[in-house]
Every structure is written in C-alpha cells, then in structure tokens.
C-alpha cells in the first residue's frame, strides 16, 4: 500500500464548477500535507499547505485535512481553463515527504 | 523552473547505453531529489542527497546511480539502460532549514526513452 493514495482517474467539469480533490494517508508521522499542481510539459509546484488538521484557503483554494481519518482534501472554487493540471498531493514527516498519484482535471470552457 | 535546470530535455537512447542526466540549481539549497513519473504511477523517488557528502535511495534506485559534484549539481546515471526506464524524470531541490515543511522545487523535467 503506497503511503499517499490519490485516485488518479481524469476529472472534468465545466467552467465555474466546483473542483473536490481528495488523498488518503497511512502514516500517522506525517504532519504536513501539501497540494503541487503540474502543467502539461512542467514540473510540479507547491500550490499549498496545510499543518495537521484544518482548513487552509487561498483564493479559490481551500485545503482541508482530517488526520482522525487520515483524510486530505482540496476544492477548487470557481473553477477556470487556467486551473486545467494534475494535481499531487503530498504528505510529509519525519523527513520524508510522499507523493500521491496525481489527478488529472480538465476544466471546459 | 528557471532555478532548477535540467539537461537534456529530451533524450531517446537504445538499451544497453549509458544515459547521464543533469540537474543544476541556483536556489542555494542544500538538498537535491530525483524523481521519474509514470502514468498511473505518480513520482517516484530514485536518489536524494542532503548535502554535497551524503547521498541516499530512494525507493526506486535499482539501475541507477547519482553524483553529487557540488552542492548546486547533482546528476543521474543510467548505467545500463533498459525499456522500462523510459520515463519523465524530474530533479528537485529543497531547503527545509526553520521552514515547518519541505517544499520542493521541482526543473522542468527530462523525458526519456529507451528503445
């Protein structure tokens, strides 16, 4: 079992919808919970993130965390073609930091 | 990306060859990643280095090996490569020093095929 699990199946919604991104977690040393966000032919970047659990929000962004459940979130309001990436999210402890898969999302004009 | 380079870009190569890719940063940041992606697979990680004296597998190192020639350099050898390494691969750098967390920087990838 990969210590980041993140259901990489393609999401599509039509623009201005709501985006609900969500990761699970095994480890319970992990403390710090990211989401990177990865263009097509780019290398990821740090979109956000979150200590322990909680509500994070950046704009149209919110990361949510529920370590009881070992449960990670993002929402992407009002969503934009400009917000049409992969996104990773990650979880780190103990010096060690743990990609998800990746989910594809693809926001229609 | 412009603080993490990597060469090549683009390399298509045969089995059996020696590939080295390189990773340049001038973030100043003492630890440096490399990562392959695979669809379906997400980020892997290979090598890791701390510093300049300390190199680390990752959980993927089994056909690889890396140098770390100066804290801004850190390259990736296949010494032997073979199909089922073609793959995107990513270097990256971090510098978790007072942060609370390890935000990485991540180059613009090298993808690579084996044929």
């Known amino acids: 079992q990969k210590e980041v699990e993140q259901d990489p199946g393609p999401l599509s919604v039509p623009e201005g919808a709501i985006v609900s991104l969500n990761c699970t977690y095994s480890n319970s040393a992990f403390q710090y919970f990211m989401w990177y966000r990865q263009y097509s032919r780019k290398g990821p970047e740090l979109l956000m993130y979150?200590?322990?659990?909680g509500n994070k929000e950046d704009g149209r962004f919110t990361a949510q965390v529920d370590k009881s459940s070992k449960y990670i979130s993002l929402f992407i309001r009002d969503s934009q073609p400009s917000d049409s990436a992969t996104y990773l999210c990650?979880?780190?402890?103990?010096?060690?930091?743990?990609f998800g898969k990746g989910n594809q999302v693809v926001v229609i004009p | 990306d412009a603080d993490v380079t990597q060469t090549p870009r683009n390399r298509i190569t045969k089995t059996g060859k020696r590939i080295m890719l390189e990773c340049s940063q001038t973030?100043?940041?003492?630890?440096m990643y490399w990562y392959r992606q695979d669809p379906g697979l997400g980020l892997r990680l290979i090598y890791y280095?701390?510093?300049?004296?300390?190199?680390n597998k990752g959980e993927i190192s089994d056909g690889y090996s890396v140098s770390r020639q100066a804290q801004a350099k850190f390259s990736l050898s296949l010494e032997s490569a073979i199909p089922n390494q073609t793959a995107l691969y990513f270097c990256a750098t971090s510098a978790p020093g007072r942060r609370i967390t390890d935000t990485q920087y991540f180059g613009p990838g090298t993808r690579l095929t084996v044929l």
């Open positions: 990650a979880a780190y402890g103990n010096n060690r930091l743990a």
């Open positions: 280095s701390f510093d300049v004296k300390d190199i």
């Open positions: 973030k100043g940041h003492d630890r």
């Open positions: 979150t200590y322990s659990s």
